[in-house]
């Protein structure tokens, strides 16, 4: 098991869960992942990050799988610009690669939104730290777990 897929797993054990991690293979879409655990699409939670370009920090929108991020109410929600967070900007603030990030069990703090449209369900799915495994969990604890705070940011 990889050190990331061991750091979620761990968080949210730490939280009092006990995770559903199945392996879906390379999931390169939100669809292919909802295929893969038989969801609907917008119960995969898509972890979005920006670099803010003033702070120079990554920030994350925690998104419905078939929900878009408008980077102009992004923007506003943050307080500052947001461009395109690189590989290593993502490794260094999350603990994650790009494509694996999890919305949980990251290395450094993080400033993070999460789209209300996932809170329509009471399951999500979202990645356990590799671009291979997801996670299951009630989609009503992601806010606490992750200190998303619920915010129109979609196109």
Same mark, same amino acid.
């Given at each position: 098991?990889?050190?990331?897929?061991?750091?979620?797993?761990?968080?949210?054990?730490?939280?009092?869960?006990?995770p559903? %991690?199945?392996?879906?293979?390379?999931?390169?879409?939100?669809?292919?992942?909802? =295929?893969? +655990?038989?969801?609907?699409?917008?119960?995969i939670?898509?972890? %979005? %990050?920006?670099?803010?370009?003033?702070?120079?920090?990554?920030?994350?929108?925690?998104?419905?799988?078939?929900?878009?991020?408008?980077?102009?109410?992004?923007?506003?929600?943050?307080?500052?610009?947001?461009?395109?967070?690189?590989?290593?900007? %993502?490794?260094?603030?999350?603990?994650?690669?790009?494509?694996?990030?999890?919305?949980?069990?990251?290395?450094? &703090?993080i400033?993070?939104?999460?789209?209300?449209?996932?809170?329509?369900? =009471?399951? +999500?799915?979202?990645?356990?730290?590799?671009?291979?495994?997801?996670?299951?969990?009630?989609?009503?604890?992601?806010?606490?777990?992750?200190?998303?705070t &619920?915010?129109?940011?979609?196109?």
């Amino acid at each position: 098991m990889s050190k990331s897929l061991k750091r979620v797993r761990a968080a949210l054990e730490a939280a009092g869960q006990t995770p559903e %991690i199945r392996e879906v293979g390379q999931a390169r879409t939100a669809q292919e992942a909802a =295929d893969s +655990v038989g969801c609907e699409i917008d119960q995969i939670a898509k972890s %979005i %990050i920006f670099r803010a370009e003033e702070s120079g920090d990554a920030v994350l929108f925690l998104t419905a799988g078939g929900n878009k991020v408008c980077a102009d109410k992004a923007s506003a929600l943050a307080g500052e610009p947001l461009g395109k967070a690189d590989a290593a900007l %993502i490794r260094a603030q999350t603990g994650f690669a790009i494509g694996g990030v999890s919305p949980v069990g990251h290395l450094n &703090p993080i400033r993070a939104w999460i789209d209300p449209r996932l809170l329509d369900f =009471d399951m +999500v799915w979202a990645a356990a730290g590799t671009p291979r495994h997801v996670f299951a969990l009630d989609a009503h604890l992601l806010p606490e777990l992750t200190g998303a705070t &619920p915010a129109a940011f979609t196109l």
